[in-house]
């Protein structure tokens, strides 16, 4: 008997200790990924590497200013594009939805969050890419809208819903209508929410390659407008690090190095403002 | 009490109260808003319509035997998506096989043994592993894990384990065992988080009563609380499932590129996600590229199979209360 509460507690013991292993393999993940980055990257971050233009193959040098300002351009007209949508979508799930056609709107957006951003591409290229006959930022930024809009309307509306029922109560008490309500109480109170759903977005789309492939394509140049073939840091990243050349390589880990920066940044920010603001109580 | 005064109550007319709705702005903000959250259902149908349209000509031409033709030739105009299936399943099944086991148990730690502050940490970095670009997996698996597959791994596991077919056969590093390797990776962050907040909502009776009635930690934990969440859990293995599907970039890089199916997991092969990825913008005549569109098709339909399964799962448990077990 005592015999088996010994094995008993030893088992406890070890498998305990397993779900510690466990755990702490998977944040060692983050961090060799990291190391491994910087370590590889950090030499080749430099002023070339934000201000020229990308050398032919096979030639040493250059950097990747064309695709900065690319992914710059591509990430702003789905920002413009997707936020707003996004936005009014969730505020209409949180405060007008009924319950059939928001449940609807509910389950499309969830399934549009779900699609394969590979697939996303495929139907960008279509409706985009084909009629106009060339790549352009246009597309890649089109791809990327519909990949913000439902991660922002869905954030919106869990936001906007764990805004307390009393004080969209209170503001109609007060004789405001119910837009108004909205716009200067719930909105208000659940912003710093709202903001933390659309940085994580942004942030999100802005690492995505997939989708760009065939919309936005690639370039050696600078883009001078949105019609036109766009490098972006993703795309970059992808072709640099699949050529046979070393010095490509080199390149990738620099680029692979600034956008995860920039794209965990982001999400420190972001967790950042919603941890201080207590504005959204659960 | 108050029934017999609200049937008395005259109807009131429909006209002006909406009138009224109309003054105030109320309808017109819906309107707006509604126009909105519309066109996220046109965008989805959309999307699902020309996928459809767009695949027509293999779909025609090859009808089901488009999924059981094993044969991908572009020269010959023979498409067959067999080896891109059975290389998203195997890649994704290798991934659900590391990172479920991993992921649960990262969870478990997580929820019922760290301290508060020290698992609030640890899941800010679980969180920030989910953030990470898939093509920055993909340099690394490509830099990093090839080498050591094909180096130290893939050798060792042809030493101990090659008499089975899965594990015999010549080594490249490139393959689907690289290729479920980094989407174990990758599907990891999904799989921990969703499983710690369903173990997170058993409620604590669950654990005082096993421990009462003289359980150790363990088996509290393991017969009494996980057994409780496992709705939850497998919410989040599907949830990791459909996300190892749909993965493109790490994948491309690593898994090979053969439209051909093989036994040996050392072996390279091809997913739908990578095909695509590879051959979409090279596609010459329409019925390679709508081959192509076709797959995409294939992979969205599996995706939203496990996703909805995925949600099923999840609303289940979130929904159920206290009282059942």
């Known amino acids: 008997m005592t015999l088996r509460n010994r094995w008993r507690k030893t088992l406890s013991y070890c498998m305990l200790s397993l779900t510690g292993v466990c755990a702490v393999v998977a944040v060692s993940m983050l961090f060799l990924l990291l190391g491994y980055l910087v370590y590889n990257g950090w030499r080749s971050v430099d002023w070339d590497f934000f201000t020229k233009l990308p050398k032919s193959p096979g030639e040493t040098g250059g950097g990747m200013a064309n695709a900065i300002v690319g992914s710059v351009q591509i990430i702003l007209l789905a920002t413009i594009a997707g936020l707003p949508v996004g936005f009014m979508a969730g505020i209409y799930l949180s405060e007008f939805g009924g319950r059939t056609f928001a449940f609807l709107v509910r389950y499309m957006a969830d399934l549009l969050n779900g699609v394969p951003s590979i697939v996303i591409g495929i139907f960008a290229y279509a409706v985009v890419v084909v009629p106009m006959h060339i790549n352009s930022a246009l597309a890649g930024g089109f791809a990327l809208a519909l990949m913000l809009i439902p991660i922002t309307a869905r954030s919106t509306e869990q936001f906007m819903n764990s805004v307390p029922q009393t004080l969209r109560e209170g503001a109609l008490a007060l004789g405001a209508s119910k837009w108004k309500a909205i716009a200067t109480v719930v909105v208000p109170a659940a912003y710093r929410g709202i903001a933390t759903g659309m940085i994580l977005g942004v942030a999100r789309i802005a690492g995505e390659t997939a989708p760009l492939l065939f919309t936005s394509g690639s370039s050696d140049y600078m883009s001078t407008g949105f019609t036109q073939p766009t490098a972006s840091l993703p795309v970059m990243i992808y072709y640099r690090a699949t050529a046979p050349w070393e010095d490509w390589h080199r390149q990738a880990w620099a680029a692979g190095m600034v956008l995860l920066f920039l794209v965990l940044l982001a999400n420190v920010a972001a967790r950042l403002i919603l941890s201080r603001g207590i504005a959204v109580q659960k | 009490m108050a029934t017999s005064a609200a049937v008395s109550a005259p109807p009131p007319s429909r006209a002006p109260a909406l009138l009224q709705r109309l003054r105030n702005g109320d309808e017109v903000a819906r309107l707006i808003t509604l126009a909105f959250a519309s066109s996220i259902l046109l965008v989805t149908v959309g999307l699902i319509y020309q996928l459809w349209v767009t695949s027509a000509l293999p779909r025609h031409k090859f009808g089901f035997g488009f999924l059981t033709s094993s044969l991908w030739n572009p020269v010959s105009g023979q498409f067959g998506a067999l080896p891109f299936i059975y290389g998203t399943v195997i890649t994704s099944l290798i991934a659900l096989l590391v990172a479920v086991p991993l992921g649960v148990g990262a969870a478990i730690f997580l929820s019922e043994l760290a301290p508060a502050r020290i698992s609030s940490i640890f899941t800010f970095f679980i969180e920030l592993l989910a953030a990470v670009p898939s093509v920055i997996y993909g340099v690394l698996a490509l830099f990093t894990l090839v080498p050591l597959m ?27 065992l690289t290729a479920g390797t980094i989407l174990a990776i990758m599907t990891l962050p999904f799989i921990i988080s969703i499983s710690r907040e369903a173990l997170l909502d058993v409620p604590t009776e669950q654990r005082e009563a096993a421990l009462a009635l003289g359980a150790t930690r363990w088996e509290s934990t393991w017969q009494a609380v996980v057994p409780y969440a496992r709705l939850g859990i497998f919410g989040s293995i599907f949830l990791g499932l459909a996300r190892a599907l749909g993965e493109t970039m790490a994948v491309t890089m690593v898994i090979g590129n053969d439209p051909s199916i093989h036994a040996s997991l050392f072996a390279p092969g091809y997913t739908i996600a990578a095909a ?14 709508q081959s192509l569109v076709e797959l995409g098709l294939v992979l969205f339909l599996l995706t939203i199979v496990i996703n909805a399964l995925a949600r099923l799962l999840i609303i289940a448990t979130t929904r159920r209360g206290s009282a059942q077990s």
């Open chain 2, 150 to 176: 094909r180096d130290y791994v893939e050798p060792s596991l042809k030493k101990t384990l090659g008499f089975l077919p899965l594990f015999s056969g010549p080594i490249y590093g490139f393959g689907y």
């Open chain 2, 276 to 289: 695509i990825a590879n051959q979409f913008s090279e596609a010459t005549g329409d019925l390679y590229l």
